[in-house]
């Protein structure tokens, strides 16, 4: 009995190794193909609804229209309705293999299709629509792997592509590679029997790529961060792009007189740097827009410190220096007709033994004196003498872009960027500007009012805080004023839009933000891109 008990298990031992080297065979084989299957894809489409009718059945967009009838035969808007109600702004539902050429079809919500420029708003809501869509759909899809998304125009590539390209965006720079999110390739839904804007979209993918780039360098830690390795950052990243980088160190700021950038950058043991970017889309006797973005890599407050709490988004207070950087990228790769000149002073506000106090007196190149009333205000003094320095080239305009005043939250939330100008021309663009990229700004007063407080001391010319109460982002302009060369000029503070919770703006995920950057390069667009020059009608 035992010997054929041996007897049976022996012949059951080989009939398993064989069995078991063909099913490790064959899931191998499976596990090949799965590698070696192709590519997933998905589309995404837009419908409208309007929004005050519970009832509305919905209608697709031309290129919605056109892939329900020819490729499924009228079977996706019958499940959509089956679904349950038509997806309103931002709402997105997923239908799957609904035809062998898309694994997944996210059907996005752009509400009325009745949308269009909304003067009490000064926005353009149905190019926010399309934004708010694209990135919803996107987001849903890379949650999926989706490798290729094959995005509609929706009535607006270039609105389309900015959603699609900044929904997808995730900061994983510094994660373990397996442990990051999958980021998808995004272009052009392209059917040849509807017309499709494919230069909208190669613009609308430039200028979310600049915003990206905006926040991928904001994001960056500030030990990892420094004005050295922002400078080192910058001439890689402008490497072949038509850009010009030049970098200056201490030396070279001691020599042009910036006692006032160098006051800020003195109490830290990481050396200054000053930045110097050159774009010419122009011939050479056309005047340069001189742009100047602050570019302190991190902020304590210096003497004056601020909390822990205020300090741990410090390391965005370059965002004005990144908005420049992403801007001249973005202008040469769109070959805009202007020239450019960008100035970033580059260093670190820290508490040391050499930090500038409280009652310091600082002697500027143009002959003024500055008294360092309160040291945590130190936005307008790292400003000041790339202002002054910006005279040397006889600009065309002077913008520059900074995190200046926290107090600009107070009023705006993170509404829109606050903007100081002594040019009308130059405030009708940039407002224009933001209605067409959703990224708004607001004007605030240039009043005289101001200027006199920050004059009011008896012993210095101007303080860097003015006398009476609140005011603070208006007394900080008014102080920049003080030392402009003649001619247009205009501040953006974009203190409160440096960062987002993940729920203003749909299509921005919470962080840094990366704005006003497409707003800068539209306003640049605006003033270069006329439909001579660029053989395209105006788009606004």
């Not at 892939?67 to 089956?82: F, K, V």
């Not at 300090?311 to 020239?339: E, F, H, K, W, Y």
């Not at 707003?519 to 395209?536: M, N, P, V």
């Amino acid at each position: 009995m035992f010997t054929t008990l041996r007897s049976l298990a022996r012949a059951q031992e080989s009939v398993l190794k064989t069995y078991g080297s063909a099913v490790l065979r064959h899931r191998c084989y499976a596990t090949l193909d799965k590698c070696a299957s192709p590519p997933s894809k998905g589309l995404i489409l837009g419908i409208y609804r309007d929004e005050d009718d519970m009832f509305d059945t919905g209608t697709f967009t031309p290129a919605g229209a056109r892939y329900n009838e020819a490729l499924t035969n009228g079977r996706l808007l019958d499940l959509i309705r089956l679904a349950g109600p038509i997806p309103k702004r931002g709402e997105v539902r997923v239908f799957y293999d609904l035809e062998p050429t898309f694994k997944a079809v996210a059907v996005c919500g752009l509400g009325s299709d009745c949308l269009g420029y909304e003067s009490a708003e000064k926005l353009d809501e149905s190019k926010e629509a399309i934004r708010f869509a694209t990135a919803s759909g996107c987001r849903e899809l890379q949650k999926l792997e989706t490798n290729f998304i094959y995005v509609e125009d929706m009535g607006h590539a270039e609105s389309a592509a900015e959603g699609a390209h900044m929904g997808v965006w995730v900061n994983q720079q510094l994660k373990k590679p397996n442990k990051r999110w999958f980021v998808p390739h995004c272009q052009l839904h392209v059917d040849p029997a509807i017309p499709c804007d494919s230069d909208g979209w190669r613009i609308g993918v430039l200028k979310a790529e600049a915003q990206n780039l905006a926040r991928q360098l904001q994001e960056m830690p500030s030990n990892l961060m420094t004005p050295t390795t922002f400078a080192q950052n910058v001439v890689q990243l402008l490497a072949n792009s038509g850009v010009n980088v030049e970098v200056k160190v201490r030396s070279w700021a001691e020599a042009h007189g910036m006692s006032s950038f160098l006051a800020v950058a003195k109490g830290s043991c990481e050396p200054p740097i000053f930045l110097e970017l050159s774009y010419y889309g122009a011939g050479s006797k056309e005047p340069p827009i001189v742009l100047v973005g602050q570019g302190n890599t991190f902020d304590s407050g210096g003497l004056c410190a601020k909390t822990c709490d205020d300090m741990q988004p410090m390391r965005g207070d370059m965002s004005g220096a990144a908005c420049v950087v992403a801007a001249c990228r973005a202008i040469a790769s769109l070959n805009l007709p202007v020239n450019i000149r960008g100035l970033i002073p580059l260093c670190e506000h820290m508490i040391g033994c050499n930090a500038m106090k409280p009652g310091d007196v600082i002697a500027m190149k143009n002959g003024k004196s500055i008294e360092v009333v309160n040291a945590d205000c130190e936005g307008p003094l790292v400003l000041v003498d790339a202002l002054l320095y910006a005279e040397t080239f006889g600009p065309k305009f002077i913008v520059d872009v900074s995190t200046a005043s926290e107090h600009v939250t107070d009023s705006f939330g993170k509404v829109c960027s606050a903007v100081f100008t002594n040019s009308e021309q130059l405030w009708q663009r940039i407002k224009n500007a933001g209605i067409h990229t959703g990224d708004r700004v607001w004007r605030l007063p240039l009043w005289d009012y101001f200027t006199e407080q920050l004059r009011a001391a008896e012993h210095v010319d101007v303080q860097n805080v003015g006398r009476g109460v609140g005011g603070e982002p208006c007394s900080h302009a008014a102080f920049l004023r003080e030392f402009l060369p003649c001619g247009q000029w205009m501040h953006i503070d974009a203190h409160n839009v440096m960062t987002t919770e993940g729920r203003d703006y749909p299509y921005l995920r919470e962080g840094m933000a990366g704005r006003p950057t497409r707003t800068l390069i539209e306003f640049i667009a605006q003033g270069a891109c006329k439909q001579d020059t660029c053989g395209q009608k105006p788009r606004h």
